[in-house]
Structure formats: structure tokens, C-alpha cells
């Protein structure tokens, strides 16, 4: 079989290949409306702990390297409610009190990204909106009317 660079032909088939192998290790973005709009990082130096804060960041650090998200820690895939059948996930952040933050999945290879960081205890949501937020942005996200910022880790 004759080989063009990064595909295979045969005959009048092609068969491309990745130029590059996918990356080892996750990526994580904060969604935000521009480029100086970063809810989630106010969400995270203003509403989290300073426990809360380590345990993120040591979540960051852990799930970065875990390839299948199913195994990712402190993770529900299955949302309920409002969010049920939307495709978005939640991470817990434990500390004084059990945080929230939800994602989706990017379009590039092992890319996530967070939409809103908050707290609930019952009904009760701080910020009250924080499930219909999220369903926003991620619609923003997907008409590409949204900034990404890279989480560094």
C-alpha cells in the first residue's frame, strides 16, 4: 500500500491519521465571557475556602493524569433536575462545606471546562441561579460566544 505522509491510500480510499498523538495528561479552562470575565476564578479566590482551594487544586493535579473521566475524583456524571441530559458533570469540592462545580467537555482532545463554581445545602443555592447559569454558558460555549482561560496547574 502507498503511504502519503500521515495517511494510507488504497485504491480511491484514504486514510488520515492523527498528526500527533492526544495529549498524556487533561486540560482544564474556566469559561468567561471576555477576556478580562473570569467567573470561575472569582468564584475561586472569592467563595472558596482556603481549604477548599487546596483540595481543588489537589483535584486539578490528581484528575489531570487519570485518562478516562469515568474515574475521575470527587466526580458525578449524572446530573439531576434541570441539568439532566445536558452532558454536564459536577465535581465536589470537600472542605468546611461540600463545594460545587460544574463542566463540560471541550471540543478538542481531553479539554474540560468549568462553568460555574457554588454551594447548596437542600434547595438552597449560593448563587441562586447556579444550574440555569450553567446551561447559559455551556450554550455560549457552544455557539463559540464565550473566552477560555487555561487553569494552570
Known amino acids: 500500500m502507498p503511504s502519503r505522509g500521515n495517511c494510507l491510500?488504497?485504491?480511491k480510499k484514504v486514510i488520515n491519521f492523527p498528526s500527533q498523538a492526544p495529549p498524556a495528561t487533561w486540560s482544564f479552562f474556566d469559561f468567561g465571557y471576555s477576556a478580562e470575565s473570569n467567573p470561575v476564578e472569582d468564584w475561586y479566590q472569592g467563595q472558596l475556602s482556603d481549604r477548599g482551594r487546596l483540595t481543588f487544586d489537589a483535584l486539578l493535579k490528581d484528575n489531570q493524569k487519570i485518562a478516562n473521566?469515568?474515574?475521575?475524583q470527587m466526580s458525578k456524571k449524572h446530573m439531576q433536575g434541570i441539568l439532566k441530559g445536558h452532558q454536564i458533570w459536577q465535581w465536589t469540592i470537600r472542605a468546611e462545606i461540600p463545594y460545587r462545580l460544574l463542566g463540560i467537555f471541550g471540543?478538542?482532545?481531553?479539554?474540560a471546562i468549568f462553568l460555574i463554581g457554588y454551594y447548596h445545602k437542600g434547595d438552597s443555592y449560593t448563587p441562586?441561579?447556579?444550574?440555569q447559569t450553567a446551561l447559559?454558558?455551556?450554550?455560549?460555549?457552544e455557539k463559540g460566544a464565550c473566552v477560555l482561560h487555561e487553569r494552570s496547574i
Open 69 to 72: 473521566p469515568l474515574n475521575w
Open 107 to 111: 471540543t478538542g482532545i481531553k479539554r
Open 128 to 131: 441562586s441561579d447556579a444550574l
Open 9 to 11: 491510500t488504497n485504491h
Open 136 to 141: 447559559n454558558r455551556k450554550k455560549l460555549y
